[in-house]
């Protein structure tokens, strides 16, 4: 059984920076893909980074340039940096893995407020 478990979530205040950690039960480099996810109330789940075994990137158009997603195979790890938060950016992140399954962490609550 695979086990994601997130933490570094918490209250910030608006420009503010979070670093996202996601700590994998078994190799990294088991996961073809390893992403963020972020559902706010009322919105549903969406995607906001993603990377490959060959580090390859994805990201949402509402975090390009602000969120950067990377991942340390030697520390079974992906991490999300955010910088520039904003308000709109309040929510709970997800940390997903995907090989020939797929595996979400239990959430971390990323706030941002003044």
């Known amino acids: 059984q695979v086990q994601l478990v997130e933490s570094g979530g918490g209250l910030v205040q608006p420009g503010g920076s979070l670093r996202l950690s996601c700590a994998a039960s078994r190799s990294t480099y088991s996961f073809n893909t390893m992403a963020w996810y972020r559902q706010a109330p009322g919105k549903q789940r969406e995607l906001v980074a993603a990377?490959?075994?060959?580090?390859?990137?994805n990201y949402a158009d509402s975090v390009k340039g602000r969120f950067t997603i990377s991942r340390d195979n030697a520390k079974n790890t992906v991490y999300l940096q955010l910088n520039s938060l904003k308000p709109e950016d309040t929510a709970v992140y997800y940390c997903y893995a995907r090989n020939y399954a797929s595996y979400w962490g239990q959430g971390t609550q990323v706030t941002v407020s003044s």
């Open positions: 990377i490959t075994t060959g580090a390859v990137t």
